[in-house]
Structures are given as C-alpha cells and as structure tokens.
C-alpha cells in the first residue's frame, strides 16, 4: 500500500506539472519524498535483511513476502536503493521457485506447501507459502529495478520465465497456482487469466523490450445515442 501511494504521488505530481499546475506539482513531490523517507525508516528489518510486510498499531510484522518487491518493481520503487539488492536476494532464496514465487518463507511457522484438502485447508495455505506464476512479473520488474537493464538482463529473464512458458506452450493455458513445496504441483483454476497475461506481458516488454507506446492526443468523444421515435 505505501509502494503504491508513493507511486500515485509521483504519477499524479507528473501529470500535474505536464498541465501547468506547478504549485500542486510541487506540494505532491514533497509528499512524496517524506513518505520514501518514512518507508524506509520504519520498513526496513535489519535482522533479516528486507522489509516488514505490515506495519501498524499491533507492531511489525517480520514475515517474508513477495509484497515487498512492489518497492522496487514500481515505476516509481519507494524502497532505497542500498536496500534493494538485499531484497532481491532474500527473495530469491525464500520465495523463488521455477514456477513464480510462494506467498510466504518456507522457514515461517504459518507456511504451508501444499494446496488442497478441503475449503478451510485450502484458504490457510492460499497466502501462506501457495506459489503464483503471475509475480514472476513482480520478481523480474524488481530484478531490473535494483540492477538495471544491461546485456544479461533479457536472458536471465527468460530463464527465470522458461518452465512457465513451456508450460504455456504445452497445454495452451496456464494455471492459476502450484505448491510451495517441490515438485509444485499445479492447482486452482486450470486456466488463469491473470497467469497467463502477466506471463505474456512480462516476456513482451522484459524479455523482449518491448514497451507499450503512450496514448497521444485527445480522446474522441462517442455520439450521443439515438432515441428512437414513436415508441
């Protein structure tokens, strides 16, 4: 949630200043720029070398989840950049599995490796250590985003995208989500939109470089529907 705060505030602060509202431009940059300050005063846990994945009234919650990548694979990453290479490392060894990333450390005492048994067991394990191809995304944008784009950056990627794509091309679907635990068997849905989409998404503008081109120019209004007559 702050990630994607602080992101709004540097979107909007852009969009602003592109319309000649200088003034809020500049009072949105400011807000900003305390809210990094702050996320990285209070989110960073240096006991395990990554960041809190809540913080409240209840304290710090020092559990390993793939949330914190969004502070660096947002366009706008609020979290340091000293603090960015060990996120991606500790993410790298808790959560990274061939198929997208688990939804908790393995070495937490909620995690659970296998999705299945009945309603309840279902829900316990579905963000408790339940792997989604879809944040592959996240880990690959957040990869980029602590080392930059350079020569190896396209095949470390794809590498990293490989066992999903063959699974893609195998069956023509991907699924929603597989096990925590080895050998990550699939589950949930047999064909998941959301899998399937970041998966393209990713190899297109990551592996690819290929990015979407901006919307120029003004929208055109439609026309007004015609009411019919007499009726």
């Known amino acids: 949630l702050n990630a994607l705060w602080y992101n709004a505030l540097r979107t909007v602060a852009d969009w602003c200043e592109n319309i000649g509202r200088q003034e809020t431009a500049d009072e949105l940059r400011a807000h900003a720029r305390t809210t990094k300050t702050s996320f990285n005063t209070v ?5 395990t070398g990554c960041c809190f994945d809540v913080v409240d009234d209840h304290g710090r919650d020092p559990s390993i989840r793939p949330n914190q990548l969004l502070a660096i694979a947002l366009p706008h990453p609020v979290l340091a950049r000293e603090f960015q290479a060990a996120v ?9 599995t061939p198929f997208g990333l688990r939804t908790l450390s393995p070495a937490d005492p909620a995690y659970q490796g296998r999705y299945g ?34 020569d190896s950056t396209p095949h470390d990627a794809r ?7 063959e699974h893609l091309l195998g ?7 597989f096990d ?8 949930g849905a ?5 899998s399937v989409g970041e998966l393209l998404r990713c190899y297109v503008e990551d592996v690819l470089g290929v990015e979407p081109k901006p919307r120029t120019g003004v929208p055109k209004t439609s026309p007004k529907p015609r009411v019919p007559q007499g009726v």
């Open 190 to 194: 047999i064909a998941s939109a959301k």
């Open 159 to 165: 590498q990293r995208l490989e066992p999903c794509l």
């Open 117 to 150: 048994g009945n309603l309840i067991a279902r829900d316990r394990a579905y963000h408790n250590g339940t792997v989604y191809p879809a944040l592959l995304g996240w880990y690959i944008r957040g990869l980029i985003g602590a080392r930059g784009r350079d």
């Open 171 to 177: 069956t023509g679907q991907l699924c929603q989500l």
């Open 180 to 187: 925590g635990d080895a050998p990550h068997a699939p589950g």
């Open 88 to 96: 991606m490392a500790k993410t790298r060894e808790h959560l990274l």
């Open 43 to 47: 989110f960073w846990n240096e006991t």
